[in-house]
């Protein structure tokens, strides 16, 4: 098994520019979550999803989208970059929500100029 | 949301020194995990252990939740051990909110060979 991959490992965006984070497990979880890491913090929650076709907000929802089509997949969107959103994103699945160990993938950084 | 105090914020050790992570928590949970974020950034779980002792080689979590905190040995420090240490919870009881997970803010181990 791979885990859970996450592409790309860095990116540039320009300020109001849109840019689609991807994430895929296949490890069969039900759960995803994304988080984001801002230097010297924890992880902060933006978006979950409980099963293809559900999703919440976290924390930090605002400036993010998310869609779950497939098991596998659960893609983070940023609309409109703002330098705020300079970050490092990470996303976890677990098989069980409530009691579940979480597992990460490797991150992508995102810088916004 | 559940306040999350990781203590001490940076500890430097010389390679083969014992030390102890604290993890303060503000409410009852029902998860814990600690995780080991190495210098690439790469997040690993160490530990899911909400309640009781757990050890895993030369590391190992107690969790004492009456009390609202737990606490992270690592025996015998190696340089491979360096890089920040993250605890996260999930809130327990009627809180409780499907696997969202609440980090503190690490503890930055330095191991010195």
């Known amino acids: 098994n791979a885990g859970v991959t996450q592409t790309p490992k860095f990116r540039i965006l320009k300020i109001g520019q849109s840019m689609t984070l991807q994430c895929t497990q296949d490890m069969n979880h039900n759960y995803m979550y994304w988080y984001r890491q801002d230097p010297g913090m924890g992880l902060k929650l933006i978006y979950y999803?409980?099963?293809?076709?559900?999703?919440d907000k976290g924390e930090v929802p605002n400036g993010y989208n998310v869609s779950r089509s497939t098991t596998e997949d659960f893609p983070l969107r940023l609309e409109l970059a703002a330098p705020s959103q300079t970050s490092v994103y990470f996303c976890?699945?677990?098989?069980?929500?409530?009691?579940?160990?979480?597992?990460f993938g490797p991150g992508t950084r995102l810088l916004v100029l | 949301g559940i306040q999350v105090e990781q203590s001490p914020p940076d500890l430097i050790l010389q390679e083969g020194a014992n030390s102890t992570l604290r993890c303060n928590f503000s409410d009852s949970v029902n998860n814990l995990q600690w995780f080991h974020q190495n210098p690439w950034g790469q997040l690993i779980n160490l530990f899911y252990?909400?309640?009781g002792t757990k050890q895993n080689g030369r590391l190992s979590a107690t969790t004492v939740a009456t009390e609202r905190y737990s606490l992270l040995y690592i025996s015998s420090s190696q340089t491979t051990d360096s890089g920040v240490y993250f605890c996260?919870?999930?809130?327990?009881?009627?809180?409780?909110?499907?696997?969202?997970?609440?980090f503190g803010r690490g503890t930055q181990l330095t191991v010195w060979p």
């Open positions: 996260a919870v999930e809130r327990g009881g009627r809180g409780s909110t499907l696997g969202r997970l609440y």
């Open positions: 999803s409980v099963g293809a076709g559900i999703t």
């Open positions: 252990i909400p309640s």
């Open positions: 976890a699945s677990s098989w069980g929500g409530k009691q579940e160990t979480q597992y």
